[in-house]
């Protein structure tokens, strides 16, 4: 994922702000993280299938649960940015600023740092997936 989003900034041009290497660590690590979530889930939905319900499992589960992490990672990031302003921890008002920081940083995300993993984070993801399938049966 950090290659993705390497490739969307320098190749593609899609510019950012002077962020770029936490950035890339932000994708780095909802790389992992997404890789060794999905590992559990697509060996319990996909064993002792059809190769194409594997390929499927694969293609499906790995891309969601990656973009998911990384959404997480980047909205556990931008939580730390913003603590220091929130309201002190066991506070009904600290658990707002919380519900409400981290739906702005998924929407941002959403908005904005999905397209960093298309197409080079696609095209990854179905070669990666393919490898993975093969070797799976």
Same mark, same amino acid.
């Given at each position: 994922? $950090?290659?993705?989003?390497?490739l969307?900034v320098?190749?593609?041009g899609?510019? +950012? @702000? @002077?962020h770029d %290497?936490?950035?890339?660590l932000?994708?780095a690590?909802?790389g992992?993280? !997404?890789?060794f979530? $999905?590992? *559990?889930?697509?060996?319990?939905t996909?064993?002792?299938? *059809?190769?194409?319900?594997?390929?499927? =499992?694969?293609?499906? &589960?790995?891309g969601?649960?990656?973009? !998911? $992490?990384? =959404? !997480?990672?980047?909205? &556990?990031?931008?939580r +730390? &940015?913003?603590?220091?302003?929130h /309201? *002190?921890? *066991? @506070?009904?008002?600290w658990?707002?600023?919380?519900i409400?920081t981290t739906a702005s940083?998924?929407?941002?995300?959403?908005?904005? !740092? %999905?397209r960093?993993?298309?197409p080079?984070g696609? /095209?990854l993801?179905?070669v990666?997936? %393919? %490898?993975?399938?093969?070797?799976?049966?």
């Amino acid at each position: 994922m $950090a290659l993705s989003f390497q490739l969307s900034v320098h190749i593609f041009g899609r510019a +950012t @702000s @002077s962020h770029d %290497v936490a950035l890339t660590l932000i994708y780095a690590a909802g790389g992992m993280l !997404g890789w060794f979530l $999905a590992l *559990p889930l697509i060996h319990l939905t996909s064993h002792r299938r *059809p190769p194409q319900t594997v390929l499927a =499992a694969w293609l499906l &589960l790995l891309g969601l649960v990656t973009v !998911g $992490a990384t =959404a !997480g990672v980047y909205a &556990l990031h931008y939580r +730390t &940015l913003y603590a220091h302003w929130h /309201a *002190p921890f *066991p @506070s009904r008002i600290w658990v707002y600023q919380q519900i409400f920081t981290t739906a702005s940083a998924l929407y941002q995300f959403a908005v904005l !740092g %999905v397209r960093h993993l298309l197409p080079a984070g696609l /095209a990854l993801l179905m070669v990666v997936s %393919v %490898v993975m399938a093969r070797r799976s049966r």
